[in-house]
């Protein structure tokens, strides 16, 4: 989990065993945007900026970290943070929920799980 704004607003972004990334809006509880594209649960996810657009790094068991761009467009249809997506008692996700964002990168390389991640202010990079 992390924290960032997206449009000046707070938001949080959490990561699930469920395979998603999603980034909540804090004052409202409503449901941003959702990244998808990951085969295992994601154990890290850290934000940042990359050729001056604000990007999300998620990783996980799958050995791969994906870069996402963190677009600050209108809110994605469906849960809040009240409503989870889910039946109760079940472990199906909702499908007629909100939609995936960009996935901007795939970084693929290491041989085992990736556990965390973290991204850098790079000065001059990217301009």
Not at 22 to 49: C, K, N, Q, Y
Not at 99 to 122: F, M, P, Q
Request: aromatic share 4%; with cysteine; net charge negative.
């Amino acid at each position: 989990m992390t924290c960032t704004t997206v449009d000046g607003r707070p938001a949080v972004i959490t990561g699930s065993a469920d395979f998603t990334a999603l980034v909540w809006d804090l004052e409202s509880g409503a449901l941003r945007h959702t990244l998808s594209g990951h085969t295992d649960p994601i154990f890290g996810i850290s934000v940042g900026t990359a050729y001056g657009q604000p990007v999300v790094v998620t990783c996980g068991p799958d050995e791969i970290a994906m870069v996402w761009e963190l677009p600050g467009d209108e809110p994605d249809r469906g849960r809040t943070a009240s409503t989870s997506g889910r039946t109760p008692g079940s472990t199906k996700q909702d499908t007629a929920g909100p939609t995936a964002r960009d996935e901007l990168h795939r970084l693929i390389g290491h041989t085992d799980r990736l556990n965390s991640v973290a991204c850098a202010e790079l000065p001059g990079v990217g301009r």
